[in-house]
């Protein structure tokens, strides 16, 4: 009996130590995986402000192939695509971008600017407003609001959005 006991420990210590094993190398395997995406990111982005869109989609999408959580991927992919004129898949991308990371406020109000592009003043006003739940001060969301606020000639409330939203970028506060 004692026999099987000392198998059965030193199974169990093999064991524990082949997961450790596994268990390192996959944590090494993400710090890659965020370093390689970390340099495609940057690399995209030199890319976009040079206006090179076709080879900036191309990295972007090899990014979020590799971290398919990225929410700077999808916020490039979608600033590429309005910048093609591909407004459409702007939005259908960036939605995709807010399911992943629910409470970025970036994502929410790029998103909100497409919409108001194609006049869907209803759909970003929805993000605005859940963008200013949790960030009350938040100048761009505010200016944003305001503008929809004009589309509805509500004049005084968008004056007063405005007036809120030039205060939060001068002060911050």
Same mark, same amino acid.
């Given at each position: 009996?004692?026999?099987?006991?000392?198998?059965?420990? +030193?199974?169990? #210590?093999?064991? +524990?130590?082949?997961?450790?094993?596994?268990?390192?190398?996959?944590?090494?395997?993400?710090?890659?995986?965020? %370093?390689?995406?970390?340099?495609?990111?940057?690399?995209?982005?030199? *890319? #976009?402000?040079?206006?090179?869109?076709? %080879?900036?989609?191309?990295? #972007?999408?090899?990014?979020?192939?590799?971290?398919?959580?990225?929410?700077?991927?999808?916020?490039?992919?979608?600033?590429?695509?309005?910048?093609?004129?591909?407004?459409? !898949?702007?939005?259908? !991308?960036?939605?995709?971008?807010?399911?992943?990371?629910?409470?970025?406020?970036?994502?929410?109000?790029?998103?909100?600017?497409?919409?108001?592009?194609?006049?869907?003043?209803?759909?970003?006003?929805?993000?605005?407003?859940?963008?200013?739940?949790?960030?009350?001060?938040?100048?761009?969301?505010?200016?944003?609001?305001?503008?929809?606020?004009?589309?509805?000639?509500?004049?005084?409330?968008?004056?007063?959005?405005?007036?809120?939203?030039?205060?939060?970028? *001068?002060?911050?506060?």
């Amino acid at each position: 009996m004692r026999r099987y006991t000392y198998i059965f420990i +030193i199974l169990l #210590v093999a064991l +524990i130590a082949v997961s450790s094993v596994v268990a390192q190398s996959t944590i090494e395997e993400k710090r890659a995986r965020k %370093k390689v995406s970390r340099n495609l990111l940057k690399k995209v982005i030199s *890319l #976009v402000k040079d206006s090179n869109y076709p %080879k900036a989609l191309s990295l #972007v999408d090899s990014l979020l192939t590799i971290d398919p959580k990225n929410s700077g991927g999808f916020y490039y992919k979608s600033i590429i695509l309005a910048k093609s004129n591909d407004t459409a !898949n702007a939005i259908l !991308n960036i939605e995709s971008g807010i399911t992943v990371a629910p409470l970025s406020s970036r994502l929410k109000i790029l998103a909100s600017r497409l919409y108001l592009h194609i006049g869907e003043d209803d759909k970003a006003l929805i993000h605005l407003q859940s963008i200013l739940k949790i960030k009350p001060h938040e100048a761009e969301a505010l200016y944003l609001e305001g503008i929809i606020l004009l589309h509805k000639a509500d004049t005084t409330q968008a004056l007063d959005l405005f007036e809120k939203a030039l205060q939060q970028s *001068l002060t911050g506060k």
